[in-house]
């Protein structure tokens, strides 16, 4: 298999981005920083999660890899370790695959999810994926005021009645793509295209779990800042 040596991703070539691998086996690691050396990323190794948390505040990486079947730490509780000091992508790496264990790590703050055994062209093409999202386009102001909601887009920085949140980077590309809607109906499939882009394939429950994350976090009182739109999508109401 002949892989692209030239990776460019948002403009930026691979050696701009850092990749974090936290995984305990040595074959698998060995593997994953292959395909990535192979890119030109930049590339750092954790053995296991106290390992990988202190490389997440010190190195600060751009995307972690993330073994769930980790020796010290849970992989879930990792994951939501990381979620709380970093705004990282963190995509799942794990042997498990059923749908309650990747509905459970997305609804903790994950990003993706990908199954072992791992294929090149499949986690390169989900790293990729994720590195070159960029903020919806839709004549939105850099601040954004929606009732008590305040979208600050340049900082990426949220506040819900003068209170400050903390959004993951899915999350906020929602939030942006909904305000984008000017109150009108977003389909699920317009998010997922927002998300991932036009030519990805996949189980649209992931939208789902991510706006119901979003939905605890911007709507804590329950008063319907989200509501949704029965098989079609979600709509952003100023209240």
């Known amino acids: 298999m002949e892989i692209d040596t030239e990776l460019v991703i ?15 086996s040595p074959t698998f690691q060995v593997l994953l920083r292959s395909i990535l050396d192979e890119q030109g990323f930049q590339v750092q190794v954790a053995e296991n999660g106290s390992g990988g948390l202190q490389a997440v505040s010190g190195w600060h990486p751009d995307l972690v890899l993330l073994d769930l079947g980790l020796p010290d730490i849970d992989g879930m509780e990792l994951c939501e370790q990381i979620r709380s000091e970093s705004d990282a992508f963190v995509v799942m790496l794990t042997g498990r695959d059923d749908d309650e264990t990747r509905f459970s790590g997305l609804a903790i703050g994950a990003d993706s999810y990908i199954a072992k055994p791992v294929e090149a062209r499949e986690l390169l093409l989900g790293i990729e994926v994720l590195l070159r999202r960029s903020k919806p386009r839709g004549g939105l102001p850099d601040i954004v005021l929606l009732g008590g909601l305040c979208l600050d887009r340049p900082a990426g920085l949220v506040s819900v009645d003068g209170d400050q949140i903390h959004l993951t980077k899915i999350e906020l590309q929602l939030l942006e793509r909904l305000a984008a809607g000017s109150g009108e109906t977003v389909t699920r499939a317009q998010l997922m295209t927002c998300l991932w882009g036009p030519n990805w394939v996949g189980d649209d429950h992931v939208i789902s779990v991510h706006v119901a994350n979003l939905r605890k976090k911007i709507d804590p009182d329950g008063s319907g800042r989200i509501t949704t739109v029965r098989g079609v999508g979600y709509r952003l109401l100023s209240r």
Do not use: M, Q, S, Y
Not at 12 to 22: G, N, Q
């Open 10 to 24: 948002a403009g930026h070539p691979a050696a701009d981005w850092r990749v974090l691998i936290i995984e305990d």
